[in-house]
């Protein structure tokens, strides 16, 4: 064979050639699935399954109530943490039996207005005093604020020692510089009930607005330890804006009005 012919059989070597490298780039396996190593770079791998997103979980009350709670603005009050163990007291109405049980006076006694003090929307609160004066105090005002205006009628309670533990915000002695913490303006203290939960602090340690005493707004159950009732709390409301009651710890009867239930000295009441 001469040069000329070898020449003129060039190209189509070529062409096999290239035909052939295609073939073998597109050519399967034995088993019939093509071969990943020939596959075009931008192409995955067959045998590598796509990625997929995880599942969503169904949402539940819980989550549309942790959403709510850190999408509202958080509290433009100023305010410390202390860690507080001792003496818890609350007033309840009294219907009948007392509740010695700890997990029933948790159930009877727990909040769950988010339009109070230091309420928060589908979360329960437990408001207390450090004093039984300062407990009786705010339950009267309770009375006189929400019973029917004009009605004379005989509202008998019932004091509880309750026995707390925990990490709480400390609103302690900065009424003065901080007003809104006793106003009747409850967004500012409700922004701040939102933040302490979501900082997981067991509630609010603030001065009372109805005495000279100090309140304890308590967000779960677990700081809550032991109970125990203390005594009958006769209470009889005369008027619309006047109030008799007789603590356990005196023989005398109280009378106060809705204006005496400011923050003010306890001796500077007037007892009839």
């Not at 707390?164 to 007003?179: I, K, M, S, Y």
């Not at 967000?219 to 009651?245: E, H, Q, Y």
Request: aromatic letters at 8%; one cysteine or more; proline letters at 8%.
């Amino acid at each position: 064979m001469d040069i000329g012919t070898i020449a003129e059989r060039a190209p189509d070597t070529a062409a096999q050639a290239a035909q052939t490298e295609t073939q073998d780039v597109i050519r399967p396996r034995k088993n019939g699935t093509p071969d990943p190593l020939q596959q075009p770079t931008h192409e995955p791998a067959p045998h590598r399954r796509p990625l997929r997103s995880r599942p969503r979980r169904a949402l539940g009350f819980a989550d549309f109530i942790g959403n709510d709670i850190m999408a509202q603005p958080f509290a433009s009050l100023s305010y410390g943490r202390v860690l507080y163990e001792g003496a818890f007291y609350i007033v309840l109405p009294q219907h009948g039996a007392t509740l010695v049980d700890l997990d029933e006076l948790c159930m009877a006694s727990a909040s769950w207005n988010c339009q109070t003090r230091y309420g928060t929307f589908g979360r329960p609160t437990w408001y207390g005093a450090l004093d039984p004066a300062t407990a009786i105090a705010e339950h009267c005002h309770r009375v006189l604020t929400h019973r029917v205006r004009g009605a004379s009628e005989s509202v008998p309670a019932a004091l509880y020692q309750l026995h707390v533990r925990g990490r709480f915000a400390d609103l302690h002695g900065r009424e003065t510089a901080q007003p809104e913490i006793i106003a009747d303006d409850y967004r500012p203290t409700q922004a701040l009930a939102r933040e302490a939960r979501a900082r997981m602090l067991g509630g609010v340690l603030y001065p009372s607005a109805r005495s000279s005493g100090t309140c304890l707004a308590v967000f779960g159950r677990k700081v809550m330890r032991s109970a125990r009732f203390v005594d009958a709390i006769p209470i009889v409301r005369v008027a619309s804006d006047t109030i008799r009651v007789r603590p356990p710890w005196t023989g005398t009867w109280w009378t106060l009005h809705h204006d005496d239930l400011r923050r003010m000295p306890v001796e500077r009441r007037e007892y009839a």
